[in-house]
């Protein structure tokens, strides 16, 4: 939505890539195949994405004004946290938003690419620790949805990949809240084209969600 393109991880207001849209997507422009079939409707849009419950109180989130569908707070104190430990990202889902299973492996293998992303995305500009210390903000993100990608099937659309996610950040100490978002993202292209990993639109999502969540920690406000 974490546009979190930290949902929404989920999820985080800031920094968009070209091929990543929030909610929605068109898929391939063609609407027809040869046979003047049409396109299935809805065939590449993100189910609403669920609570996973590490949100504390899901009623403070209002849309962000940059992208339409994220839900976000803030709060000021965040401005005054330094560095940073990242929580195991959670995978919720068992199957896919078209049904197909997702398994363990699957889940580890993407909870490791999501975490790796926003590890080395604060890692940039903060320091990113493991134990609990004063002005230490702990970052919990957990993927309640997640589109696998698949194509060509047909001549004229291709199954879009994505994601939702929601992401909680707290005090590390007193795990006091300090903002929170929920996003989904579908990955949009313009013509179908062959998928060697139905994850790789998936994990395209998660890389530019922590790039936004990169940057919606170093705003000033």
């Known amino acids: ?77 965040l401005a005054e946290y330094k560095r940073f430990i990242v929580d195991p990202v959670q995978i919720i889902p068992s199957t896919s938003t078209r049904g197909v299973p997702v398994t363990e492996r699957e889940k580890q293998r993407l909870a490791a690419d999501f975490r790796f992303e926003i590890v080395d995305t604060l890692q940039a500009t903060h320091p990113v620790i493991t134990v609990p210390a004063p002005k230490t903000a702990r970052v919990k993100v957990a993927v309640t949805e997640v589109a696998r990608s698949a194509g060509p099937n047909n001549d004229w659309f291709r199954w879009e990949g994505g994601a939702a996610a929601e992401v909680a950040i707290v005090d590390s100490q007193t795990g006091e809240p300090l903002a929170s978002a929920i996003d989904s993202s579908m990955v949009t292209t313009r013509e179908p084209g062959r998928v060697t990993d139905p994850y790789e639109d998936t994990k395209l999502v998660f890389r530019h969600w922590a790039a936004r969540l990169g940057r919606w920690i170093m705003s000033p406000k």
């Open 1 to 77: 939505m974490l546009k979190l393109c930290l949902a929404s991880v989920l999820i985080l207001p800031l920094l968009t890539i070209g091929c990543a849209n929030s909610n929605n997507s068109g898929g391939s422009r063609a609407e027809t195949n040869t046979l003047g079939e049409m396109r299935p409707p809805d065939v590449n849009d993100m189910p609403t994405p669920r609570h996973a419950g590490l949100i504390s109180d899901y009623s403070v989130l209002k849309p962000s004004p940059e992208f339409p569908g994220t839900l976000v707070w803030r709060s000021p104190k």
